[in-house]
């Protein structure tokens, strides 16, 4: 069966400080992978998703940015963090298109 | 509008009641609809998943799709303290792109 980790699972950071957070999926090949952040009150919003390795679409314009190295690793990271770039980042897989996004448990940022 | 409606509740219930959640949605070319329960400082797991209007039935829940009045439901039977979670409703277009509902808060009493 698939699996999808994540880690850490919290982390506290310093404003201006680098990120990685870091997501493997496992029992699967050539996966569709996400990132999104979830904050309170405001729903799921998709940050990057990749339907390959080295193709990365982002969503919106911020101050983070994702790569996939290998088909079931994607990266999410950031040169600088601001205080704005708190939250709970989930990633995600599928299949396809047609099917429907399985979630880590994600990581919880606190930017101090 | 906002694209995915959902009542952030809480909501309430006392064990073995019927849980009734529901989304209601503005963007006709969704196709396929998702319910997704999350526990407090967990990721959001999938429950149900559908594409077709009508039921359909898993165990102790059910999900229903009203795709000509945009509105889609879930309900859990003899709900359990173990069902106290959020609720996500989430549905897809055929471009992939796919639009949540900020969450249903379910806390149900023993």
């Known amino acids: 069966s698939q699996t999808i980790h994540q880690w850490p699972a919290t982390l506290v950071q310093p404003v201006g400080s680098p990120l990685s957070l870091e997501c493997t999926v496992e029992?699967?090949?050539?996966?569709?992978l996400y990132w999104y952040r979830q904050a309170a009150g405001r729903g799921l919003q998709l940050l990057f998703y990749?339907?390959?390795?080295?193709?990365i679409s982002s969503e919106v314009p911020q101050n983070l940015s994702a790569s996939r190295p290998q088909d079931r690793q994607f990266i999410l990271s950031s040169k600088k963090l601001l205080l704005s770039d708190s939250g709970f980042y989930l990633c995600?897989?599928?299949?396809?298109?047609?099917?429907?996004?399985?979630f880590g448990d994600g990581t919880r940022l606190s930017i101090l | 509008q906002k694209e995915v409606e959902q009542d952030p509740g809480p909501l309430s219930v006392p064990e073995g009641a019927i849980v009734s959640l529901n989304c209601t949605y503005s963007?006709?070319?969704?196709?396929?609809f998702m319910w997704y329960r999350q526990y407090s400082r967990k990721g959001p797991e999938l429950l149900m998943y559908?594409?077709?209007?009508g039921n359909k039935e898993d165990g102790r829940f059910t999900a229903q799709v009203d795709k000509s009045s945009k509105y889609i439901s879930l309900f859990i039977r003899d709900s359990q303290p173990s069902d106290s979670a959020t609720y996500l409703c989430?549905?897809?277009?055929?471009?992939?792109?796919?639009?949540f509902g900020k969450g249903n808060q379910v806390v149900v009493i023993p």
């Open positions: 995600a897989w599928s299949v396809d298109n047609n099917q429907p996004q399985h």
């Open positions: 559908t594409y077709s209007s």
């Open positions: 029992g699967t090949s050539n996966p569709n």
């Open positions: 963007n006709s070319a969704f196709q396929y």
């Open positions: 989430a549905m897809k277009d055929g471009n992939n792109r796919l639009a």
């Open positions: 990749s339907v390959g390795i080295g193709q």
